[in-house]
């Protein structure tokens, strides 16, 4: 198995965005993974809408657009509108988190969930039929460069068999700290979609990294 790769556009140069949106356009990538902040759900802010517009003018691949933001809910025909393809709100963030995946089905996006590496995968279990994406944060959300938190391996064996026992057809993504080493551990265990920022972004040559990646199978 084979998995998708999804780099992190957090780790970019924001002063040669459109360079870095062509290299993920030319590269073996699948999707682009788009990381907003708000600086109250994470302490930290990335950028925001007029960015995610001028991303979108030139990305030619899946947008999946990871709100780390208070009241998500706000702004979910806004995303749709932005080109979102995916819609990722946390569990966290949410206070009608089926409404929500409800809103974001009906604006015609994937729905995702993510939950943050504390969160325990039972909270999923009422949800993950209108789920199409969970994303396991294998960091505490808020900045890229944090090192992989290893327990997130435990979190992947319990969220399959979750998925398994409701007979969900959600795909498993794990964020935050994916590398090489790790990415061949999350294969193998099943990780339908990896999102990668500064392995990415930060070696040498991005194109061979990705397709690294990509090549790695179990
Ligand atoms: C963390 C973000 C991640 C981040 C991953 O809050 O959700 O998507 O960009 O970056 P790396 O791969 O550098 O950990
Ligand atoms: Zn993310």
């Not at 084979?2 to 992190?8: E, V």
């Not at 699948?30 to 902040?37: G, R, S, V």
């Not at 925001?48 to 003018?57: C, D, E, F, H, N």
């Not at 505490?140 to 979750?162: C, M, R, V």
């Amino acid at each position: 198995m084979q998995s998708l790769i999804a780099p992190s556009i957090l780790a970019a140069d924001f002063a040669n965005l459109q360079r870095d949106v062509e290299m993920v356009n030319s590269s073996k990538a699948d999707w682009f993974h788009i990381d907003i902040m708000d600086g109250v759900f994470v302490p930290n802010i990335s950028f925001g809408m007029p960015v995610l517009k001028a991303i979108a003018q030139h990305a030619k691949k899946t947008l999946d657009v990871h709100l780390m933001i208070v009241e998500p809910e706000r702004y979910v025909k806004t995303f749709a509108e932005l080109g979102s393809d995916i819609l990722t709100v946390h569990y966290e963030a949410c206070k009608h988190l089926k409404q929500t995946l409800n809103t974001i089905k009906a604006e015609g996006m994937k729905t995702g969930v993510a939950i943050n590496p504390d969160t325990n995968i039972a909270v999923l279990e009422d949800f993950i039929n209108d789920i199409d994406i969970v994303c396991l944060m294998s960091v505490h959300p808020g900045f890229g460069g944090q090192s992989f938190i290893e327990s997130t391996y435990d979190k992947i064996k319990q969220l399959k068999a979750l998925i398994s026992k409701k007979k969900s057809a959600a795909k498993i993504e794990v964020d935050g700290g994916v590398n090489a080493v790790n990415a061949k551990n999350l294969i193998s265990l099943g990780v339908d979609v990896l999102v990668a920022g500064s392995f990415v972004f930060k070696s040498e040559e991005p194109l061979l990294t990705i397709a690294g990646l990509k090549q790695i199978t179990t």
